[in-house]
């Protein structure tokens, strides 16, 4: 089992940055693909970036350019650093890790940003 904890939500206007942790319990370079998504109110969640074991990355489209994930296996910590961040981006981010074919989910942070 792994457990998941996120760090780094708030508040912040158009065009500022925001940098999420997620601390995994099981060392992440056994993890097969961990991940971060969101969900605004009303809306599904969505897949907003993801890094596999082999360092692959994968971004939605809205935040190409401007989000960055990464990994720090020392650590065990996955970070999603967010620039240029809009309204749009307001949601509750979830981090998600897949192991060994089993999805674990974080508790979640709020990203506000306001106009």
């Known amino acids: 089992q792994v457990q998941l904890v996120e760090s780094g939500g708030g508040l912040v206007q158009a065009g500022g940055s925001l940098t999420l942790s997620c601390a995994a319990s099981?060392?992440?370079?056994?993890?097969?693909?961990m991940g971060w998504y969101r969900q605004a109110p009303g809306k599904q969640r969505e897949l907003v970036a993801a890094?596999?074991?082999?360092?692959?990355?994968n971004y939605a489209d809205s935040v190409k350019g401007r989000f960055t994930i990464s990994r720090d296996n020392a650590k065990s910590t996955v970070i999603l650093k967010m620039n240029s961040l809009e309204p749009e981006d307001t949601a509750v981010y979830y981090c998600k890790a897949v192991h060994r074919g089993l999805p674990y989910w974080g508790q979640g942070t709020q990203v506000t940003v306001s106009s």
């Open positions: 890094i596999t074991r082999g360092d692959t990355t």
């Open positions: 099981a060392r992440i370079f056994s993890i097969d693909v």
